[in-house]
């Protein structure tokens, strides 16, 4: 596989995906710049609010960019007869939109300084970036193609 023109489908696909993620999560970016530009106050009165959408935008976007990463590291050096790729790429897919959705999701209602319940969809996409990235460790072997 290494060397040849054509990306395999799986990462191809991870590579695509973080691409969309990391401008999903770029806007993202933009738009908190923006609410905090012209003061808007529904987003600046809540500190717990800022705080998990930051969270939100920087985890989101350094998970696209892992995500953009893992499927270069396929593209270079996977086995495609393998199946720990597609189970780290599962992983890393789900983590990319769970553990920023979830701060995105916990700072939409704010109760008296405490996250929304959806911030706990962050802890299950944190353990799925670990199981992607344990999985990626162990059985990633460059020049065993």
Do not use: Q
Not at 15 to 26: E, I, M, Q, S, T
Not at 65 to 81: F, H, Q
Not at 87 to 92: P, R
């Amino acid at each position: 596989m290494k060397g040849s023109n054509a990306a395999p489908p799986l990462a191809a696909l991870n590579v695509r995906f973080g691409l969309w993620a990391l401008l999903a999560y770029l806007s993202l970016g933009l738009v908190l710049e923006a609410l905090h530009g012209f003061k808007v106050r529904w987003y600046l009165e809540f500190e717990t609010r800022r705080l998990l959408w930051t969270l939100a935008h920087a985890h989101g976007v350094l998970l696209s960019v892992l995500t953009i990463g893992l499927g270069m590291l396929l593209r270079a050096y996977g086995d495609a007869a393998a199946a720990w790729p597609r189970a780290a790429s599962a992983c890393l897919m789900a983590a990319t939109v769970l553990l920023p959705g979830g701060f995105l999701l916990g700072g939409i209602y704010v109760y008296g300084g405490d996250p929304g319940a959806g911030v706990l969809l962050s802890p299950i996409g944190g353990a799925l970036l670990f199981a992607g990235v344990l999985l990626t460790a162990i059985h990633y072997r460059p020049g065993r193609d």
